[in-house]
């Protein structure tokens, strides 16, 4: 299947722009990336090839951007343990 060309806005391309700079994780900052080299006009196959994911991959952040804006990128929260420490005692 193939996807359909991104056309960004002038204030989503600034938004992506600034979360691909300065986003809180890494993985915030590959996704806004990859959509903003999709809005300038890379195929599912280059940017899986850029960005070391597999095509079905990348097209779920396309598609998480379509469905939800720049806020979409933003990283959930991860399955693990929960902490002991409470982060007031770990700074200790």
Known sequence: MKLAPI??????GQALERVAATGAHARERKRAQAVLSHG???TLS???????ADRD???AWLTRFEQGGVSALAEGQRAGRPRKIDPATQKK
């Open 7 to 12: 056309c960004l806005t002038a204030s989503e």
């Open 46 to 52: 280059q940017l899986a090839a850029a960005y070391a």
């Open 57 to 59: 991959t990348v097209r």
């Open 40 to 42: 300038r006009g890379l």
